[in-house]
């Protein structure tokens, strides 16, 4: 406070100093940020680069580094693949985002353009399911198989088909029963349900969304049980 009391009006080189190390950090941080939602759907470095080409055996890099500062970069492990690409994108190694992509290489790839690599949203795959029961009317302790076919293929295979059995009691629908059935390689599905009480029934056939995968989709079918 003596400082800036004996020059009255005038900033001493200490405030200056400070106020533009302040400016510098807002700015740099202001760049990290930029690319970070490009960032998060990177593919690992190890993806496309193996280590003996350009993560280990890369002369900057041992450099720049040395052998024992490996977590430097490497966030999981110590091969290619546990290098993240926010690592990578700094003002102090490949530079940001737009630079990185823009090299001739990653041009040349598509890196940039590529729908689930860099920085490119992927293609969100629309979900569409069918589904069938049989027989639409049976007896009690008898089975009911409920089957269909989910795509498109490849995007849904694998994904989880939830099942849900109800009964109408009066004006609501009543949980029998629930279960879960995997779409396979080819698309199909199928659950089976043991009916347990007479009346009127339906079955709903659901796939949630997956981010950035496919889209939701919901069927519900009605059957008997006499």
């Not at 190890?46 to 890099?61: F, I, L, N, R, V």
């Not at 102090?92 to 823009?102: Q, V, Y």
């Not at 690599?117 to 399911?129: D, Q, R």
């Amino acid at each position: 406070m003596g400082i800036v009391h004996a020059h009255r009006g005038r900033l001493t080189p200490a405030v200056i100093l400070a106020v533009l190390m302040t400016l510098a950090v807002v700015v740099t941080l202001g760049l990290v940020a930029a690319p970070a939602s490009a960032q998060a759907s990177f593919k690992t470095c190890g993806a496309c680069h193996t280590s003996a080409e350009s993560h280990s055996g890369s002369p900057a890099h041992i450099a720049a580094f040395g052998a024992a500062q490996c977590s430097t970069c490497h966030v999981n492990g110590t091969t290619a693949d546990g290098v993240v690409a926010a690592a990578c994108a700094s003002a102090a190694c490949h530079g940001s985002t737009d630079a990185i992509l823009g090299t001739t290489q990653h041009v040349a790839n598509g890196c940039g353009t590529t729908p689930g690599c860099h920085g490119v949203a992927p293609v969100v795959a629309k979900t569409t399911l069918t589904l069938k029961a049989s027989p639409t009317s049976v007896k009690v302790k008898k089975s009911i198989k409920f089957s269909g076919a989910a795509g498109p293929l490849p995007a849904l295979a694998g994904a989880k088909v939830s099942m849900k059995v109800e009964r109408k009691v009066g004006k609501k629908w009543v949980k029998m029963k629930t279960g879960t059935a995997t779409v396979k390689a080819t698309g199909a599905y199928s659950w089976t349900y043991k009916a347990t009480k007479k009346g009127s029934h339906r079955v709903t056939a659901s796939i949630a969304k997956k981010a950035n995968a496919y889209t939701a989709k919901k069927l519900v079918k009605s059957f008997k049980v006499k």
